[in-house]
């Protein structure tokens, strides 16, 4: 029964390492990406109607061809985590991978046509596993959306501020685009983007005057304080993850030395003196094997600035 127990760590430890050994290798990151994208075009080619008719049953060959290698895919990503699967569900991507190939069999979401496209619509957003500068991005998305959410309550307020005052000024002589609250915000919605204001501020000056600060205040406001507030939120949130993504890379295990390896020199002097030494007794060990290869020639001379017998010296100096 011992033997059995301890036997079974040493198997998900092998299992383990196999897996670990494929998902980790480059050849196996290329070929899924090259699947992601050709699970892309074939969504795109199902877009035509004259071609998902001629092609539907090939396409549907296609389809469970895809999704087979997908479940194999992600069995050997947890394959890899066989040791500890703990670590398996920490990793964001492995849980998002998961839902998207699983929920494909799903009875209600199978027969679902349209949450199955979108569903497989989603696999298309794995790609950003397997590129870096995408993850980071999309990460730093993920990270922005307090800030946006900040960003949205104060534009939210400042255009039915700015909505309500154009409805009291200029319903009567603009109901077009000011005849009503909505019709307000849209208006200005619009403006936000400088999408026709060389026409609003013609038709506000016709009305009065004082329509130029009105307009002039909210595009500033609008156009230029909030769009920057937001751009710096995204920046921010940009930076940290390009900072959590490089705490990660160094947060990785590095690889073992191979064997028989000596360890970098860290700057110690008893190392630096074993090495020395060391080095001083394999000199020794070639000058004894070229004596016995030679007999009758006597010891070669000794390097030049050692005296002979260097073994002993080599004893001296480690004292």
Not at 132 to 149: D, E, W
Not at 199 to 216: H, K, N, P
Not at 290 to 310: E, Y
Request: proline share 6%; with cysteine; glycine share 8%.
């Amino acid at each position: 029964m011992t033997d059995r127990t301890a036997r079974t760590p040493r198997r998900r430890q092998a299992v383990a390492g196999r897996c670990r050994e494929i998902t980790e290798a480059r050849w196996f990151a290329v070929l899924v990406f090259a699947l992601i994208l050709a699970n892309a075009a074939v969504l795109g080619v199902e877009t035509y109607s004259g071609l998902s008719d001629r092609w539907q049953q090939g396409l549907r060959t296609t389809e469970y061809a895809f999704l087979a290698a997908f479940t194999v895919e992600i069995l050997l990503r947890a394959g890899a985590h066989a040791d500890r699967p703990k670590d398996f569900f920490r990793d964001p991507w492995n849980l998002f991978d998961l839902v998207v190939v699983l929920s494909a069999f799903l009875p209600v979401i199978r027969e679902n046509g349209t949450v199955l496209r979108l569903l497989r619509l989603a696999r298309v957003l794995r790609a950003a596993r397997f590129l870096p500068q995408l993850r980071i991005i999309l990460v730093a998305v993920g990270r922005s959306l307090p800030g946006t959410a900040s960003f949205l309550l104060v534009g939210g307020l400042l255009l039915y501020l700015y909505a309500m005052v154009g409805w009291i000024c200029f319903s009567a002589e603009d109901p077009e685009h000011f005849g009503s609250l909505g019709r307000a915000v849209l208006t200005l919605f619009l403006l936000m983007t400088l999408d026709g204001l060389g026409d609003a501020v013609r038709a506000g000056l016709e009305i009065s005057r004082w329509s130029i600060l009105y307009y002039a205040s909210y595009v500033l406001l609008a156009s230029f304080v909030l769009v920057n507030v937001l751009i710096g939120v995204v920046i921010t949130s940009l930076d940290e993850a390009r900072s959590m993504e490089a705490d990660e890379e160094a947060a990785r295990p590095a690889e073992p030395p191979a064997a028989g390896a000596q360890p970098p020199y860290t700057g110690d002097p008893v190392l630096l003196r074993a090495r020395v030494a060391a080095a001083r007794r394999a000199l020794d060990d070639l000058e004894r094997a070229l004596a016995d290869t030679a007999p009758g020639t006597g010891p070669p001379d000794p390097l030049p600035g050692r005296p002979p017998g260097g073994s002993r010296t080599v004893a001296s100096s480690g004292g």
